[in-house]
């Protein structure tokens, strides 16, 4: 069992930016978890935003958030990070953290939500001015 918290979230002025935290407990990330980030904005269905392999050398972005979003992790911590710089409003919603288990492929990760394991409970981000 993996345990998946989420911090980080709070209220920006557009143009502005901030870190969010996926604090895992119960078991390493670093034996096989890639983690994901995926957020829900009010009244549309989550999206992928971001994926890092369990050895951090594959990353993956969405279209929309790529050049101004950065996602990183520390193993050692059990903490994957994700920067958002330059937000705007349209970056509002819920933010999630998923862990989806690849077994021994330590260089891949992908966006699928339905392959994710473990699932936070979500961090809000309000992009507004």
């Known amino acids: 069992q993996v345990q998946l918290v989420e911090s980080g979230g709070e209220l920006v002025q557009p143009g502005g930016s901030l870190r969010l935290s996926c604090t895992a407990s119960g078991r390493s990330l670093e034996t096989y978890y890639a983690i994901g980030w995926f957020r829900q904005a009010p009244g549309k269905e989550r999206e992928g935003v971001s994926c890092?392999?369990?050895?951090?050398?594959?990353?993956v972005y969405a279209d929309s958030v790529r050049g101004r979003f950065a996602i990183s992790r520390d193993n050692a911590k059990n903490v994957v990070y994700l920067q958002m710089d330059s937000l705007k409003p349209e970056d509002t919603g819920v933010y999630y953290c998923?862990?989806?288990?690849?077994?021994?492929?330590?260089?891949?990760?992908?966006?699928?939500?339905?392959?994710?394991?473990?699932w936070g409970q979500g961090t809000q981000v309000t992009v507004s001015s």
């Open positions: 998923a862990a989806d288990n690849w077994g021994p492929v330590q260089n891949q990760c992908n966006m699928r939500q339905d392959l994710a394991d473990y």
């Open positions: 890092i392999s369990v050895d951090g050398a594959k990353t």
